[in-house]
């Protein structure tokens, strides 16, 4: 007899997470025929932000692009590698990298994410002091392992990661590789002329 996983409690976003998808699969139709390779054949990397919704900003629908997203948007390794892969495998030919203001990666240095960690892993707090543990208990010192990507300028920031993209040796020249800023006030994406011209394809 197959065993029966049984959850006594069940948190509300979960509950509401699941009827957002039944109601979702209930209507999927035709969108379970689309094709594994991005129909539009570009791809975003951008920051995790919840204010950020690629889809809407951009014009996408399923099936039109590729959207890495992380804290930052950062041309991180792993960023890289999904971007490889676009190309490699899946046929994208134009990339974008977009950041944007009032990004919480402009409010912390890699030492303080390290300090924090290393005493607690619970949620920290920020006042007009700065980040501060709302207990200390526990942590770990692997943060230290860790490059969290940080930045204090926000263009130079847009700059420095498509240049690494640009420059990458699995990144071939003929992929242009734009840089924009969205705007959390306005919804606009404004583009960093600097970083643009960074990733002309050559």
């Known amino acids: 007899?197959?065993?029966?996983?049984?959850?006594?409690?069940?948190?509300?976003?979960?509950?509401?997470?699941?009827?957002?998808?039944?109601?979702?699969?209930?209507s999927f139709g035709e969108k379970g025929q689309l094709a594994l390779p991005p129909a539009r054949k570009f791809a975003i990397l951008t920051c995790m932000d919840a204010r950020l919704d690629p889809a809407k900003y951009a014009g996408l629908s399923e099936g039109d692009a590729h959207v890495i997203r992380n804290a930052g948007g950062r041309a991180s390794d792993d960023a890289i590698r999904s971007l490889v892969i676009s190309y490699k495998l899946l046929g994208?030919?134009?990339?974008?990298?977009?950041?944007?203001?009032?990004?919480?990666?402009?409010?912390?240095?890699?030492?303080?994410?390290?300090?924090?960690l290393s005493s607690s892993l619970q949620t920290a707090t920020i006042d007009e002091k700065g980040w501060r543990n709302v207990e200390e208990n526990g942590g770990s010192d692997e943060a230290k392992f860790i490059?969290?990507?940080?930045?204090?300028?926000?263009?130079?920031?847009?700059?420095?990661?498509?240049?690494?993209?640009?420059?990458?040796?699995?990144?071939?020249?003929?992929?242009?590789?734009?840089?924009?800023?969205?705007?959390?006030?306005?919804?606009?994406?404004n583009e960093v002329a600097e970083a643009t011209a960074a990733g002309k394809a050559g």
């Open 147 to 189: 490059s969290f990507l940080t930045f204090k300028n926000l263009a130079d920031s847009v700059t420095e990661d498509v240049k690494r993209i640009r420059n990458h040796p699995l990144v071939p020249k003929d992929i242009p590789v734009y840089g924009y800023i969205y705007d959390v006030k306005s919804g606009k994406l």
């Open 1 to 26: 007899m197959a065993a029966t996983v049984l959850q006594k409690e069940t948190s509300q976003v979960h509950r509401e997470v699941l009827e957002a998808n039944k109601s979702y699969a209930s």
């Open 92 to 116: 994208t030919r134009e990339w974008f990298v977009i950041h944007h203001t009032d990004c919480g990666m402009e409010l912390f240095t890699d030492e303080i994410m390290r300090t924090l």
